[in-house]
């Protein structure tokens, strides 16, 4: 089974500052298909997930564009530029190449 | 306007059974593959089970094989998780999830399994 290993597990960050989130997978992400299905989730407090991200790099329709993702093989980042109160809450990067595995999840905080 | 509505969550015994059906409306249904994901008490998200959307192929966690069975009834737009042989380790919020990379959630519906 392919594990997803997110760091770090807590992140604090001062309002306006920028924040990176770290995502490694045990075996490269890449589908038969050719495309690359690893995708980023926010859940805030007390909400069900949204997804933020959708084949590595690809902004759900409504997501600010303070959020990006990228990366290849097996390692991922998403970035959060310009950080706003809205965005605290716990983030998980998930790969659905090889059936599906979720990472152990990131907590946002401000600091 | 995407919408999944969950239901049939509860209190159960180990060892007891339940099902969970999640309603879809605001898409065209019979065109997506459907999942469950879960979410133990202050836990991180785990997939439980994925159905695509003729129903031809169904895939479960390891954790559940052999217990859980998923289901779908496109002319009413419900997919449905039979749960068997349920364990304390079970308790979560289950949550129902649209298209196979999960881009749509509902609000989830909570199972606790104790005795």
């Known amino acids: 089974d392919v594990v997803m290993t997110q760091s770090p597990l807590i992140l604090p960050v001062t309002l306006g500052q920028s924040a990176s989130i770290s995502c490694t997978s045990s075996?490269?992400?890449?589908?038969?298909?050719?495309?690359?299905?690893l995708n980023w989730f926010q859940q805030r407090p007390g909400q069900s997930p949204r997804r933020l991200i959708y084949?590595?790099?690809n902004r759900d329709s409504g997501v600010p564009d303070r959020f990006s993702g990228s990366g290849s093989g097996t390692d991922f980042t998403l970035k959060i530029t310009r950080v706003e109160p809205e965005d605290v809450g716990v983030y998980y990067c998930?790969?659905?190449?090889?059936?599906?595995?979720f990472g152990q999840g990131t907590r946002l905080e401000i600091k | 306007e995407v919408q999944l509505l969950e239901s049939g969550g509860n209190l159960v015994r180990p060892g007891g059974s339940l099902r969970l059906s999640c309603e879809a409306s605001?898409?065209?249904?019979?065109?997506?593959?459907m999942n469950w994901v879960r979410q133990p008490p202050g836990k991180g998200l785990e997939w439980v089970s994925s159905?695509?959307?003729?129903?031809?192929?169904?895939f479960y966690a390891d954790s559940v094989k052999g217990r859980f069975t998923i289901s779908r009834d496109n002319s009413k737009a419900t997919v449905s998780l039979q749960m068997n042989g349920l364990r304390t380790e079970d308790t979560a919020v289950y949550y129902c999830?649209?298209?196979?990379?999960?881009?749509?959630w509902g609000q989830g519906t909570p199972v606790i399994v104790s005795s």
């Open positions: 999830t649209k298209g196979a990379q999960f881009g749509d």
């Open positions: 605001g898409f065209t249904f019979r065109t997506y593959t």
């Open positions: 159905i695509t959307n003729t129903a031809t192929t169904t």
């Open positions: 075996q490269s992400l890449v589908f038969s298909d050719g495309n690359i299905y």
């Open positions: 084949k590595v790099s």
């Open positions: 998930m790969q659905g190449s090889h059936k599906y595995t």
